[in-house]
């Protein structure tokens, strides 16, 4: 069955330091996509990175990056060079299969990121 | 701002009510799925609507249903509420159902009394 594990429920970083928040996934399909998304409190699920499980290179949006690792299905965040404006929730999420049936995305229960000034 | 927009932002309720969520998708948008999300825990995908048709649901009652209209706009109808109705309810939009970034809006906090 599908499944997201994010096992660091709460971290603190300094400004301006790199941070990875780790994810683990178990899924038997292997056509996927994985997801980061960040919740700041006003509730809004922001997208952050994609990374399809065909996908030859880690992906990278900016100061994000996903390292992308299939064979001990894990997939971190990385996020360089941190910012007060990076303090928020974050979600792993995953996406299995491709058509009209493939539908649901399962999250992972989430890690609090706090940038100390 | 990703142009999907939730109303009302926020609700209560009283227990056995029944209550409807709206939510207009990003524009080209022909799909929406619902999320709900229980205080410090991840989304848990209700279901999703694809061309005005249901085509999956998650691990919910029938009490919780649906609509998708012409416009892909969408609704979230829940009857019969219990406490534990109560969370944020997201709503999230995307071209086809593949793995595609979904481009979620701001939610509705419901609470059940």
């Known amino acids: 069955a599908q499944k997201i594990t994010q096992t660091q429920p709460g971290m603190f970083v300094q400004e301006k330091e790199a941070v990875t928040l780790d994810c683990t996934y178990d899924?038997?399909?292997?056509?996927?996509?994985l997801f980061w998304y960040k919740q700041p409190s006003s509730g809004e699920m922001i997208f952050l990175i994609y990374?399809?499980?065909?996908?030859?290179q880690n992906a990278t949006e900016g100061r994000y990056s996903l390292n992308f690792q299939k064979a001990r299905k894990s997939a971190n965040l990385v996020i360089s060079a941190s910012q007060l404006g990076d303090s928020a929730m974050y979600f792993c999420?995953?996406?299995?299969?491709?058509?009209?049936?493939?539908?649901?995305?399962?999250f992972g229960s989430g890690t609090r990121l706090s940038i100390r000034p | 701002e990703t142009g999907v927009t939730q109303s009302p932002t926020h609700l209560i309720k009283t227990r056995g009510q029944q209550v409807t969520l709206r939510c207009s998708s990003q524009?080209?948008?022909?799909?929406v799925s619902w999320y709900q999300q229980a205080l410090g825990q991840g989304p848990q995908f209700i279901f999703q609507?694809?061309?005005?048709?249901?085509?999956g649901r998650g691990n919910f009652p029938p009490r919780f249903s649906g609509l998708q209209f012409p416009n892909y706009s969408s609704e979230l109808n829940v009857n019969a509420l219990e406490l534990d109705d109560s969370a944020l309810y997201l709503c999230?939009?995307?071209f086809g159902t593949g793995p595609e970034k979904l481009f979620f809006g701001s939610g509705t906090q419901l609470s059940v009394l």
């Open positions: 999230a939009s995307s």
């Open positions: 899924t038997s399909d292997p056509s996927y996509g």
């Open positions: 990374q399809g499980s065909y996908d030859q």
């Open positions: 999420a995953m996406r299995e299969g491709w058509g009209s049936s493939a539908s649901k995305i399962i």
């Open positions: 524009s080209g948008h022909n799909t």
């Open positions: 609507y694809y061309r005005e048709e249901e085509n």
